[in-house]
């Protein structure tokens, strides 16, 4: 399957990668990508974001010859409420957002619930384009196998994510999160959650999340991911600028 060779999750010095615009766009051209989105870290998403006006211009200067869009990754969020600011909404290209991530609960099923809460809370969101590397909670001292969570939970997510009409990020470091699992174990498992959420009409985000220049456009786990899933090209979202 012949995906668009995009890249809609990546970082610069705007926040916490290592690389300027200019290197980022720079590496992306390079490596032959159609389009790319900037997604710099937003905490504080409701009102006015100061560096996006600045990374405007720094964008503008790097002279891309590619589609690049300007957005951000809306970070740290609590179960207690999310607001997208109608000046963010007007001027970020594409807005991606992660879903809390417990640290604790008294037993598994408590935590799935939370987690559960988090994506709800995320997607139903007015603003949100993407849900940034779903499930990422290997790292949390809870759930250290994808596969703990059961496909009961996976097509609950599944159904959530879709029913909102947001995308479904397949982020190519997802199995960074899951440190004691293989490599196979892992995408095995990751490709069926993909699978549940194709299956309940998602459509689909691919992103590296790179922080620095020389992982721009390492998307070739996320692409593998999804041919193994069974998704199709139209399938795969892009922001309006890149369509």
Same mark, same amino acid.
Not at 1 to 28: C, K, N, Q, W
Not at 54 to 63: D, Q, Y
Not at 123 to 128: A, E, I, L
Not at 135 to 144: D, M, Q
């Given at each position: 399957? %012949?995906?668009?060779?995009?890249?809609?999750?990546?970082?610069?010095?705007?926040?916490?990668?290592?690389?300027?615009?200019?290197?980022?766009?720079?590496?992306?051209?390079?490596?032959?990508?159609?389009?790319?989105?900037?997604?710099?870290?937003?905490?504080?998403?409701?009102?006015?974001?100061?560096?996006?006006?600045?990374?405007?211009?720094?964008?503008?200067?790097?002279?891309?010859?590619?589609?690049?869009?300007?957005?951000?990754?809306?970070?740290?969020?609590?179960?207690?409420?999310?607001?997208?600011?109608?000046?963010?909404?007007?001027?970020?290209?594409?807005?991606?957002?992660?879903?809390?991530?417990?640290? %604790?609960?008294?037993?598994?099923?408590?935590?799935?619930?939370?987690v559960?809460?988090?994506?709800?809370?995320?997607?139903?969101?007015?603003?949100?384009?993407?849900?940034?590397?779903?499930?990422?909670?290997?790292?949390?001292?809870?759930?250290?196998?994808?596969?703990?969570?059961? %496909?009961?939970?996976?097509?609950?997510?599944?159904?959530?994510?879709?029913?909102?009409?947001?995308?479904?990020?397949?982020m190519?470091?997802?199995?960074?999160?899951?440190?004691?699992?293989?490599?196979t174990?892992?995408?095995?498992?990751?490709?069926?959650?993909?699978?549940?959420?194709?299956?309940?009409?998602a459509?689909?985000?691919?992103g590296?999340?790179?922080?620095?220049?020389?992982?721009?456009?390492n998307?070739?786990?996320?692409?593998?991911?999804?041919?193994?899933?069974?998704?199709? %090209?139209?399938?795969?979202?892009?922001?309006?600028?890149?369509?």
């Amino acid at each position: 399957m %012949r995906y668009p060779r995009v890249d809609l999750h990546v970082h610069t010095t705007f926040s916490d990668g290592r690389s300027p615009i200019e290197d980022v766009v720079r590496a992306a051209e390079a490596n032959e990508l159609e389009g790319l989105a900037i997604t710099d870290h937003v905490y504080n998403p409701s009102g006015r974001v100061e560096w996006l006006e600045k990374a405007a211009e720094e964008l503008s200067r790097a002279e891309p010859r590619i589609g690049v869009v300007l957005g951000v990754e809306v970070t740290k969020v609590g179960l207690s409420g999310l607001s997208i600011g109608e000046w963010l909404r007007r001027r970020a290209g594409i807005i991606v957002c992660e879903h809390p991530v417990p640290a %604790r609960a008294r037993c598994l099923r408590e935590y799935l619930e939370l987690v559960l809460r988090g994506v709800e809370l995320v997607v139903t969101t007015p603003g949100v384009d993407v849900l940034a590397h779903p499930l990422n909670l290997g790292r949390a001292g809870v759930v250290e196998d994808f596969r703990v969570l059961g %496909r009961e939970f996976l097509d609950e997510v599944a159904r959530l994510v879709a029913g909102a009409g947001v995308a479904v990020e397949v982020m190519s470091q997802m199995y960074w999160w899951y440190p004691r699992m293989s490599i196979t174990a892992f995408t095995d498992a990751y490709v069926e959650f993909i699978r549940l959420c194709k299956h309940h009409g998602a459509s689909f985000s691919i992103g590296s999340d790179a922080h620095s220049a020389c992982g721009v456009g390492n998307t070739r786990w996320a692409v593998r991911v999804l041919e193994r899933a069974g998704v199709t %090209r139209d399938e795969v979202w892009l922001p309006e600028p890149l369509r």
